[in-house]
């Protein structure tokens, strides 16, 4: 199962986060995801729900997903979102964005010193 080792990382990866920083709450993970990722994120965002359910640190903690648009690059100097055809030469362009899924921020809420 591929989205639940996704979601477990960003579960992983957030409760790090909050520790390291002394927080009290999770509030919110934001997390890019590559259209060329494989990935459903709605599927992502359930199962990141389930893991999290007993951890008193995410009660209130959202799982923010946005997709992003794949970009290529070929040999011939073309880049662009074409996946399958480079549109200049006909070869196979390289995927340099899209494959990614990134935390790109993570909202937390810390504790009055
Ligand atoms: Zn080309």
């Given at each position: 199962m591929h989205e639940y080792t996704i979601a477990y990382d960003l579960y992983a990866t957030a409760k790090k986060a909050a520790i390291d920083n002394h927080a009290?709450?999770?509030?919110k993970i934001n997390v890019d995801v590559g259209k060329?990722?494989?990935?459903?994120p709605d599927q992502v965002i359930f199962l990141f729900d389930t893991i999290k359910e007993d951890d008193p640190l995410f009660t209130t903690a959202v799982l923010e997903c946005h997709e992003i648009d794949p970009v290529t690059a070929c040999t011939c100097g073309y880049e662009g979102?074409?996946?399958?055809?480079?549109?200049?030469?006909g070869a196979l362009p390289q995927l340099v964005k899209g494959r990614e899924i990134v935390v790109t921020n993570i909202e937390i809420e810390v504790e009055d010193a």
């Open positions: 009290e709450k999770v509030k060329m990722a494989m990935v459903n979102s074409e996946i399958y055809v480079c549109p200049r030469c």
